[in-house]
């Protein structure tokens, strides 16, 4: 009876465990797991730390399409207002992450030498690539070094909070906010960016994109080095640059 007792204990504590990497309660949190979902090659694990399903229920179109000042049907999230079109947007923002995770682990996978702005031509070595170049397992040597806010004087920014507390309700959330990410794959250092939102106390990720961090829409990694990233995200940044629209 105790050996039994011990076991359900045991279970217990590994489930209490396993919610609490699956509710980031920091930023940082969410950065991580959804970092470990990458070098695990695991989709799941990288939802589990995505707020798509939050975002879809609670995206705002009035709200979003009057501060736009223009409405584009082609892009833009539907008004939650019914099971079909809450699925609709969930679909469209795991969508948009699953091409960010793809697109960050060719560009890894290829040695930064896929270039996402241009048309590769095809060639017999691009062709060889394309073939070969793609295994996952691969990504099991991502190595996360730090997380942090881009650029410290604007973390207390008033016009900053200011902005991100209006993204925020665009997608039902109570908070807004950006990391950046540096991290080493193959004894190559990289940053990636990432926007999150905070549901009750639980962080997720938005998007695999920092406007204060200057990365793309793409999710592409950015080559670095420690002394690099340090010197571009720990020193001071304009006090009066604006935040980049969502």
Not at 57 to 70: E, K, S
Not at 115 to 144: C, E
Request: proline share 4%; hydrophobic share 40%; net charge negative.
């Amino acid at each position: 009876m105790k050996r039994k007792t011990c076991v359900i204990v045991s279970l217990f504590l590994v489930l209490v465990v396993l919610a609490a990497q699956a509710s980031p309660s920091s930023p940082e949190s969410a950065v991580e797991l959804f970092m470990q979902g990458i070098k695990e090659a695991s989709l799941e694990k990288v939802f589990s730390a995505c707020a798509c399903k939050e975002a879809a229920d609670g995206f705002n179109l009035p709200a979003y399409t009057d501060h736009m000042g223009v409405f584009i049907p082609q892009l833009f999230n539907a008004e939650p207002n019914s099971d079909f079109y809450r699925a609709i947007n969930r679909s469209k923002l795991e969508s948009k992450i699953a091409e960010q995770v793809k697109l960050f682990s060719w560009v890894l996978l290829f040695d930064g030498k896929l270039d996402l702005s241009n048309p590769h031509i095809t060639d017999p070595s691009l062709m060889g690539s394309l073939k070969q170049g793609f295994d996952a397992t691969k990504l099991k040597g991502i190595k996360l070094l730090r997380v942090d806010f881009p650029h410290d004087s604007l973390e207390d920014n008033e016009r900053n909070l200011k902005n991100w507390r209006r993204n925020a309700t665009f997608y039902g959330a109570e908070e807004y906010t950006e990391r950046v990410a540096l991290f080493s794959f193959n004894g190559v250092e990289w940053y990636s960016g990432f926007t999150l939102v905070r549901y009750g106390s639980v962080w997720k990720v938005l998007t695999m994109v920092s406007s204060l961090g200057n990365t793309t829409v793409y999710g592409e990694p950015c080559r670095t080095t420690t002394d690099i990233y340090l010197s571009t995200f720990k020193d001071a940044f304009p006090e009066d640059e604006e935040s980049a629209e969502p």
